[in-house]
């Protein structure tokens, strides 16, 4: 089992800045890919970020150049740092874990983007 808590989301303008984080504890040794996924109102939930245990990293193409994922593998911590953020980033951000037996997901974060 793998249990995750998330922090950071919120309010902020238009081209404002936020930082996401996810700690993750329990079976956390077996873990590969961490990463942020989020969902827009009437939208399903889509890959923003990941990053693997070798520090490798995939992004959406929306989100390229503003956002970055990191990762500290000692804090079992991954992190999300959202730059330029715009109305349509607004959306519930949920953290996901990769494990060999199948993946868990964070309760997820309200971000919302005012124009």
């Known amino acids: 089992q793998v249990q995750l808590v998330e922090s950071g989301g919120g309010l902020v303008q238009a081209g404002g800045s936020l930082r996401l984080s996810c700690a993750a504890s329990g079976s956390t040794g077996s873990i590969n890919y961490m990463g942020w996924y989020r969902r827009a109102q009437g939208q399903a939930r889509v890959l923003v970020a990941r990053?693997?245990?070798?520090?490798?990293?995939d992004y959406a193409d929306s989100v390229k150049g503003r956002f970055t994922i990191s990762r500290d593998n000692a804090k079992n911590t991954v992190y999300l740092q959202m730059n330029s953020l715009k109305p349509e980033d607004t959306a519930v951000y949920f953290c996901?874990?990769?494990?060999?037996?199948?993946?868990?997901w964070g309760q997820g974060t309200q971000v919302t983007v005012s124009s």
């Open positions: 996901n874990v990769d494990v060999p037996w199948g993946g868990y």
């Open positions: 990053i693997n245990s070798g520090g490798s990293t």
